[in-house]
T-cell receptor, first 116, second 114 residues
Framework: ETGVTQTPRHLVMGMTNKKSLKCEQH?????MYWYKQSAKKPLELMFV???????ENNSVPSRFSPECPNSSHLFLHLHTLQPEDSALYLC???????????????FGPGTRLTVL | QKEVEQNSGPLSVPEGAIASLNCTYSDRGSQSFFWYRQYSGKSPELIMSIYSNGDKEDGRFTAQLNKASQYVSLLIRDSQPSDSATYLC??????????????FGTGTRLQVTL
């Protein structure tokens, strides 16, 4: 248990559905991240939020829409996804983003997403 | 050129042996280095971090860093079957003036055999 929770743990959706992934961290961190992990590929950083402000959108298609209402909660809204979007979606948090810090990221358990 | 490179494996070692996992990175400005362990179907779990050249030991794990060679490694002594997992190398690099990010390698799959 890392202090980062994600729901749901598994999700199957059709290409026309709209769903949301939720992440919550109980660590008092200020930075939160969404990653995508596909088979045989490195973890891909999707979005970064620092103190509720989005600091990075790593060329992610608009069918993925993040939301960060406060430093403890992060959502990923999904709509009109493609089968190739099937992957493990991981949320992570860290103390903050500033340089020179040695803090690292702690991951939630992930949501296994299957798009039919 | 990949930013963080790892041999995908599988690396197979007998129980009780030393497992040696290697990682190279391309950004000379990288500040911090991390090893994560990921069991199949689970999320990555931090096991070691290292910031200075040399060795850092924590129980059966030793991380080694050589910034001149842009090389970081993880040694696992007395390998156990429960160590069988994918080990991800992550490198913290600057991407804006005031922020940094973690870049991950593809991971090395370790198999500890009985």
């Amino acid at each position: 248990e890392t202090g980062v929770t994600q729901t749901p743990r598994h999700l199957v959706m059709g290409m026309t559905n709209k769903k949301s992934l939720k992440c919550e961290q109980h660590l008092g961190h200020n930075a939160m991240y969404w990653y995508k992990q596909s088979a045989k590929k490195p973890l891909e950083l999707m979005f970064v939020y620092n103190f509720k402000e989005q600091t990075e959108n790593n060329s992610v298609p608009s069918r993925f829409s993040p939301e960060c209402p406060n430093s403890s909660h992060l959502f990923l809204h999904l709509h009109t996804l493609q089968p190739e979007d099937s992957a493990l979606y991981l949320c992570a948090s860290s103390q903050e983003l500033w340089t020179g810090r040695s803090d690292t990221q702690y991951f939630g358990p992930g949501t296994r997403l299957t798009v039919l | 050129q990949k930013e963080v490179e790892q041999n995908s494996g599988p690396l197979s070692v007998p129980e009780g042996a030393i497992a040696s996992l290697n990682c190279t990175y391309s950004d000379r400005g990288s500040q911090s280095f991390f090893w994560y362990r990921q069991y199949s179907g689970k999320s990555p779990e931090l096991i070691m971090s290292i910031y200075s050249n040399g060795d850092k030991e924590d129980g059966r794990f030793t991380a080694q860093l050589n910034k001149a060679s842009q090389y970081v490694s993880l040694l696992i002594r007395d390998s156990q079957p429960s160590d069988s997992a994918t080990y991800l190398c992550a490198v913290k690099t600057l991407y804006t003036g005031t922020a940094s990010k973690l870049t991950f390698g593809t991971g090395t799959r370790l198999q500890v055999t009985l």
